[in-house]
């Protein structure tokens, strides 16, 4: 990932204009078996509902397993339109499904992962900037932190704290005051 984004002025750095962003909690792994049990249930499970996914246009193959604080699981995979707009991320259907299905249920940890088709092999995938608003709306009115299980690009398993750890500077409701 470049440090680097396109501002009006032409690229600018980031590491001259931001602080560092403490990444307190952060837990990484470098095999999928030194996660936790629960860790490790939640990333078969997504591992599963990627083998579902309807993506015969990008051919990339996502899956969401969430966990509530009554145990329930609940799952997601990405759903592909031709018309792309209609298109659904793995994330927010399993989000969407949980908060239907089961209101006022707490979800305590969330894993996502992506495979290309025909591929059993795991590929880092990362949610979209609107699946990570959608983490955090939910984790804003829940009041309690999700946690989020990703493979990174750099072939490590990651345990972020909080949604909000994926989208420090987000859209929130006193943006609208």
């Known amino acids: 990932m470049s440090n680097f984004f396109l501002g009006r002025r032409g ?19 470098e095999q999928i ?7 490790k249930y939640l990333v078969h499970k997504a591992k599963d509902a990627a083998q579902y996914a309807y ?21 997601g995979n990405n759903q592909e339109n031709v018309a792309y707009p ?7 259907v399993a989000l969407y499904t949980a908060a239907s299905s089961h209101q006022g249920k707490k979800i305590k940890k969330m ?7 025909n591929q059993k092999e795991l590929t880092a995938a990362t949610p979209c900037g609107g699946c990570r608003q959608v983490m955090l709306e939910y984790e804003t009115l829940q009041n309690t932190p999700i946690q989020i299980v990703l493979l990174t690009k750099e072939s490590k398993w990651t345990i972020f704290p909080s949604a ?6 987000s859209f929130n409701k006193e943006n609208l005051i």
């Open 11 to 29: 690229f600018i750095n980031l590491e001259e204009y931001l602080p560092s962003l403490p990444m307190k909690g952060l837990l990484t792994f």
């Open 55 to 75: 993506a015969p246009y990008s051919k990339f193959h996502v899956g969401a397993a969430l966990i509530l604080e009554n145990d329930i699981l609940v799952i």
């Open 164 to 169: 909000s750890f994926l989208l420090p500077f």
């Open 86 to 92: 209609m298109c659904m991320c793995a994330e927010r």
């Open 33 to 39: 078996e030194d996660l936790d049990s629960e860790s």
């Open 111 to 117: 894993a996502v992962v992506a495979h290309k088709k």
